[in-house]
């Protein structure tokens, strides 16, 4: 799913939808352990409840590849706002992806606001896998249960990360940021490689 929010900076993100629950997606994201299902829609039971019903279907229209489909499950501000910025909600994704829905929570006093605990599971064409907790944000509009942001761990060091469809300008930046951290960390960590295997290597040339 990381790499579903970052390739080419396609997906967007603020806060009309009361991402006010830090406490509550921790706990979700806490909650569904990482990797421990690949179940696809068609190989679990059908989601009894409508909200988590409705991020299935979202889900499902991400993995077709049907960008109509995954829009109209938006909100209707979020999918004004894709389509006015011309943002696809449907990226191209490997065919063997899978995703698996676990726990909802209510998020607001009035039970309009609901975050689910989802488990999003790429393969890669060596068989490996890569599982992502991923705590998608609905919200109860005229049109019924629609999707309105998410929230998702992107460093274990950090907060998680809250996007909103509401507002694409600060997802996109919120992406542009993570990207550069993403880039920072990778050459810290080849630079760290790189320091570690210099001793050996230097006795070994003077033996």
Known sequence: MISLLFREGRILSRTRARFTA???????????????????PSDSAPAPEPSKAAVAQFLGAIKRGDDDAARGMLTRVARAKCEELGLSMAPPVSPAATYAIGESQVASDSGDVVHVATIWTETDENGFSTSEN???VVRLDPEGWRVVGLAMKVFENAPPLLINFEDP?????KQERVAVELQRRARA?????RTAEKPAGESSSRE
């Open 22 to 40: 830090s406490c509550l997606l921790g706990g979700l994201l806490a909650a569904v352990p990482s990797g421990c299902s690949t179940a696809s």
């Open 169 to 173: 300008e600060d997802m996109l930046a």
């Open 189 to 193: 960590a080849a630079a760290a490689e």
């Open 134 to 136: 991923v705590v998608w």
